[in-house]
């Protein structure tokens, strides 16, 4: 055999072996990137829908006031109106999506109002606070106000 | 002899893979376009989504802060949050001598997630206000940027997300947010942060925060919907994003925010 080249053999051997990493190199990366990496950005398109998937453990207050019209004829006009119903009653998806299942239990009216009212100078000062101590007469807020429309008139 | 037949084997053997992993490549990508849209009604594209903070309506409840550990499912606990609130009192210092500015004292125990106890006395001459914090969804961010595999990212819709399939669990992205807004799940050991709760926002809920907030000093917005009101509350108000030197193209607006909240 006529060699152009010094040890033209080694140098075969060595492109064979590189195609072949090469080759192999496409084939893991065909095997092993999800088939949606890159659809949207250097990312898996798929991540969107797992990160849609969760339930939701809120329903919304939209959701409530389809079936409270009580409540929300009680609320009208007050100056709670417009503090959505789960931000006292807690979460409540599972209530909304089937109320015979989940009883939703009713907030405490003895120490529910404290979380939003208690006095705090780093509250805006226009923010309606009471210091329980000197407001009440110690009785439950609740035995003066009715928590859907809180004013006394 | 051997080898010989060895060689053949391995040729053999190879060539299949190559052909039974390309149909099944293909295989797979025709399922995958045979699957239906799961939320038919949300075009990613017609949104771009950040929040507007206004500090003068925040109490300080910590109604947020629950409300996005039941929502996400965020471990209890001081060291883990995806939204929280910090209370800032800035002390009367000396207006003479500007330059020797009183530090502002910033405590934030347990994140605000059973609210704030009186610390500071009315009248002191001292400044208090409370400042929620959350992830910036910023359109530039560091966070992604340094990802070594892909696994956080800013979706079409304006919204930085954790893809946990992927993620390794090392840490790059937590040590790169200025913000500090993000933390490793104890549980899935990988990173976690507010998702703008993507999955009630394709469904065309607000997010868990925003609802349970009694005073609307947080609401997310649609930048990229001509008739939502933050357009027209940008316009009148003076507002401000976090740490706009470090150029993150954050999306979530602070209305009335103090010189001094870093």
């Known amino acids: 055999m006529s060699s152009r080249f010094k040890d033209q053999e080694h140098l075969i051997r060595m492109g064979v072996l590189l195609l072949a990493g090469i080759i192999v190199f496409f084939v893991l990366r065909g095997v092993m990137v999800p088939r949606d990496f890159g659809e949207y950005g250097h990312y898996r398109g798929g991540a969107l829908e797992d990160n849609r998937a969760r339930p939701a453990v809120y329903a919304g207050r939209k959701a409530c006031e389809e079936c409270h019209e009580e409540v929300v004829a009680a609320r009208k006009g007050g100056r709670h109106a417009a503090v959505g119903c789960e931000a006292c009653h807690g979460p409540l998806a599972k209530h909304a999506s089937d109320p015979a299942a989940a009883k939703p239990g009713r907030p405490d009216a003895k120490t529910i109002c404290l979380v939003c009212h208690l006095e705090n100078v780093a509250r805006p000062a226009k923010f309606p606070q009471v210091n329980p101590l000197d407001h009440g007469e110690g009785k439950a807020c609740s035995d003066c106000h009715k928590p859907h429309q809180p004013k006394i008139s | 002899m051997t080898s010989k037949s060895d060689r053949r084997e391995f040729l053999r053997k190879s060539s299949k893979f190559l052909l039974l992993s390309g149909a099944a490549s293909v295989a797979y990508a025709s399922v995958a376009e045979g699957q239906p849209e799961k939320a038919p009604n949300y075009r990613m594209h017609d949104h771009w989504w950040g929040m507007v903070i206004d500090i003068d309506l925040c109490i300080g409840c910590g109604n947020c802060v629950r409300a996005d550990k039941a929502e996400n499912g965020v471990p209890l606990g001081p060291k883990y949050f995806r939204t929280w609130v910090e209370r800032y009192h800035i002390p009367p210092g000396d207006l003479q001598h500007p330059e020797k500015e009183e530090l502002p004292v910033v405590d934030s125990e347990n994140g605000g997630f059973d609210g704030f106890k009186e610390k500071y006395k009315k009248g002191d001459g001292s400044k208090n206000f409370f400042v929620p914090k959350l ?81 609307g000093a947080r609401r997310l917005v649609d930048l990229k919907d001509p008739n939502d009101p933050v357009h027209e509350f940008l316009k009148m108000h003076k507002v401000h994003v976090l740490k706009p030197q470090m150029a993150t193209g954050a999306k979530v607006y602070y209305n009335a925010l103090d010189g001094s909240v870093r």
């Open chain 2, 135 to 215: 992830c910036n969804q910023c359109s530039h961010s560091p966070c992604t940027q340094v990802c070594p595999v892909g696994a956080t990212f800013e979706s079409p819709d304006g919204v930085v997300l954790v893809d946990r399939e992927y993620c390794l669990g090392c840490r790059y992205c937590i040590h790169a947010c200025p913000y500090g807004c993000r933390y490793l799940h104890p549980e899935t050991e990988t990173a976690d942060k507010c998702s703008l709760c993507y999955h009630r926002i394709v469904r065309g809920l607000t997010t868990a925060c925003c609802e349970a907030c009694p005073t």
